[in-house]
């Protein structure tokens, strides 16, 4: 596998999984409007896994159906901030933030690729995701303005700070830690990343969840 595939299929498992997880707060979430707002993100995670698949895929001879769904669970190159399952809401405003914060970081690099490809999909990606981070800034906002609600966020960021330092490359980490303190206005806790290629236990049981329905038909079976 060329390191061209290696970092498409890298982002589009982010994106892939998160899209995921986010959908889990459909039905569910603390205010009616997050209920559309994150299905909303949702569905646009995983269309931007959609893209990222499809352009790999014609390198690696194969589907996006088949690279989203048909690798094994240990194949997935995920960050495992994006694998954690967190129905608790201060925790998933910040992956929610800390992703999007970090996914910034990443897509300038590849908008500036020399790849025309891979320039242009992350351009357009990165239109779409302005408005996650939008939503995810607006949610800091509101809950750094109570004193509970600082606490809880605060405490959520540094448990997750590992995680979101295992999405980046070395190099990218320490603008990250300089955008995430700028806006806290505190230090973060020095941490080992969690690193991509590292699998929580949680991936396994949402791969079984995503992929049941296409592992119950029939090999060869066209949808």
Not at 87 to 95: K, P, Q
Request: hydrophobic share 40%; charged share 35%; glycine share 4%.
């Amino acid at each position: 596998m060329s390191d061209r595939s290696d970092l498409l299929l890298a982002i589009a498992d982010d994106e892939l999984f998160l899209g995921w997880r986010n959908s889990e707060w459909t039905g569910i979430a603390p205010f009616l409007e997050e209920d559309v707002a994150f299905s909303s993100i949702a569905q646009n995670e995983i269309g931007h896994a959609r893209a990222l698949y499809e352009l790999a895929a014609r390198e690696l001879d194969t589907t996006a159906d088949e690279l989203a769904f048909d690798r094994d669970a240990d194949e997935y190159r995920c960050a495992p901030l994006v694998q954690l399952r967190r129905l608790e809401w201060a925790r998933t405003i910040a992956r929610h933030w800390l992703y999007e914060t970090a996914d910034e970081i990443r897509l300038a690099i590849l908008k500036a690729s020399d790849d025309s490809e891979i320039a242009g999909i992350a351009s357009k990606i990165d239109r779409e995701e302005a408005y996650h981070r939008m939503h995810a800034e607006m949610w800091v906002e509101r809950l750094l303005a109570t004193g509970e609600g600082r606490a809880r966020f605060n405490d959520a960021v540094d448990e997750l700070w590992p995680y979101a330092l295992g999405v980046l490359d070395d190099a990218l980490r320490p603008e990250l830690r300089e955008r995430v303190e700028e806006r806290l206005g505190r230090k973060l806790p020095d941490a080992e990343p969690v690193p991509r290629g590292r699998h929580e236990t949680e991936l396994r049981q949402l791969w079984e969840e995503m992929t049941m329905v296409r592992r119950s038909a029939p090999t060869g079976a066209r949808w």
